[in-house]
Nanobody
Framework: VQLQASGGGLVQAGGSLRLSCASSGLTFSQYTIAWFRQAPGKEREFVVS??????????IYAHSVRGRFAISRDNAKNTGYLQMNSLKFEDTAVYFC??????????????????WGQGTQVTVSS
């Protein structure tokens, strides 16, 4: 199983980026896809998740990104996306995509996900 995150970069505050998470080796449609981020000196934190077909494709957002970020998935392409708008300096972090089958109560926990991408750096200049 492989997850490949891409799309990070340097952007000014207020700008947008779109991250992608391409997968191989798993039945993508059945997995919850999540994005986490980790800023220097901080713990990895949950950003957003979207459930697989068994969970109706529902999404859950961290409060800090709700209304600015949007997660989506294309099961035919085995790829998940994170559209990030109105970026803020505090969004600067390495962003990781993850795949797993967490129960709803664990969906924000890193240990609920079996597979992880390598991370992509997002830097927002103020």
């Amino acid at each position: 199983v492989q997850l490949q995150a891409s799309g990070g970069g340097l952007v000014q505050a207020g700008g947008s980026l779109r991250l992608s998470c391409a997968s191989s080796g798993l039945t993508f449609s059945q997995y919850t896809i999540a994005w986490f981020r980790q800023a220097p000196g901080k713990e990895r934190e949950f950003v957003v998740s979207i459930r697989g077909s068994g969970g109706g494709g529902t999404s859950i957002y961290a409060h800090s990104v709700r209304g600015r970020f949007a997660i989506s998935r294309d099961n035919a392409k085995n790829t998940g996306y994170l559209q990030m708008n109105s970026l803020k300096f505090e969004d600067t972090a390495v962003y990781f995509c993850a795949a797993g089958r967490p129960i709803l109560s664990s969906i924000r926990q890193t240990d609920a996900y079996q597979y992880w991408g390598q991370g992509t750096q997002v830097t927002v200049s103020s």
